[in-house]
């Protein structure tokens, strides 16, 4: 255990590569799981949970870690699966999600593998639990899921979409006409969190399943633009962590496309950390926003509509 935690610590490199790197675990059952090591505070075997008072069903307890309060998931009980009876010979992965952190109690936790987004698959449409999932790989010829976690914070919490009155505009639409913003993010969940969040603008918006589709989808829109892919879409919203790529890879293809330079780029995502900032300086993104505030994203939506290139 002490290898893997010295493992997570290090990992920064990778970032704006189009790679990451997969912390594998199980939960009940053979089948494996991964989590991007950058969620990853912390591993640490299962220390006694306190139940609290009409605790949601798939909070197993709250575990007080270096002064701090946090609530612990059944992860395999929030995906449908039975829950994690054995707590004692279980582990925590401590990971940030969305400005917040949490506690997922995953069974067995084994070990850190590097890959890159192109290895990552989009789930198989009809698969049995593909609804949890954002992605699939192979690893020692077995399939790996990785999980929608906003899809199950926002079912124990659900998030807000609402903008504030006075960030709500919807001449900003009638501004743009029918030019429209492209949403990227690999999650349902939380495309339709940035779509509601930005319906009270008037937008027009194009929605993409993950980094690839994306520039699938500017590429033919700016194949019909005599000058550049602006004069149809006004602006990119994308998020970071994608299979097949990433939203740094997808950032550096636009903005290395004479067609599509002057399209600004908002990165939105839930990782976070001082890497970030770097990051979004090297591939060229105009803004980065930490998921999720409905009026932060859609005050940089308008501010970035409002820029002039």
């Excluded at 997922?104 to 449409?125: N, Y």
């Excluded at 008037?202 to 589709?213: P, R, V």
């Excluded at 939203?247 to 001082?274: C, D, F, Q, W």
Aim: glycine fraction near 6%; include cysteine; aromatic fraction near 4%.
């Amino acid at each position: 255990m002490a290898g893997i935690l010295d493992s997570v610590n290090q990992r920064t490199q990778l970032v704006g590569q189009n790679r990451l790197e997969l912390l594998l675990f199980k939960l009940v059952g053979r089948q494996r799981f991964g989590i991007n090591v950058f969620k990853v505070r912390e591993v640490l075997q299962c220390p006694r949970l306190t139940s609290l008072p009409k605790q949601d069903p798939f909070i197993k307890g709250v575990a007080h870690i270096r002064g701090q309060t946090i609530s612990v998931i059944d992860l395999s009980k929030a995906i449908g699966a039975p829950p994690i009876t054995q707590t004692k010979d279980s582990f925590i992965i401590i990971a940030e999600y969305n400005r917040s952190v949490q506690g997922f109690l995953v069974a067995g936790v084994e070990r850190i593998v590097t890959l890159s987004w192109k290895d990552m698959m989009p789930p198989p449409e009809g698969a049995g639990k593909s609804s949890y999932l954002t992605a699939v790989t192979e690893i020692d010829k077995e399939m790996v899921s990785i999980l929608d976690v906003e899809k199950i914070l926002n079912e124990i919490n659900p998030v807000s979409t609402d903008l504030s009155d006075d960030v709500a505009d919807e001449t900003v639409g009638e501004e743009l006409g029918d030019r429209i913003v492209m949403i990227a993010d690999d999650s349902t969940v939380a495309r339709n969190q940035v779509r509601r969040a930005l319906e009270p603008l008037g937008i027009k918006m194009a929605l993409a399943k993950n980094g690839q589709d994306a520039l699938d989808q500017l590429t033919a829109i700016a194949e019909t633009c005599e000058h550049s892919i602006t004069e149809k879409v006004a602006l990119m919203v994308s998020d970071i962590e994608m299979p097949e790529m990433d939203g740094y890879t997808l950032t550096a293809e636009v903005k290395g496309n004479e067609r599509m330079a002057k399209m600004p780029v908002i990165l939105h995502t839930s990782l976070s950390g001082v890497f970030n900032n770097a990051m979004v300086a090297k591939v060229g993104a105009e803004d980065f926003i930490p998921k999720f505030h409905p009026d932060e994203l859609a005050t940089a939506v308008k501010k970035w509509l409002n820029h002039k290139v």
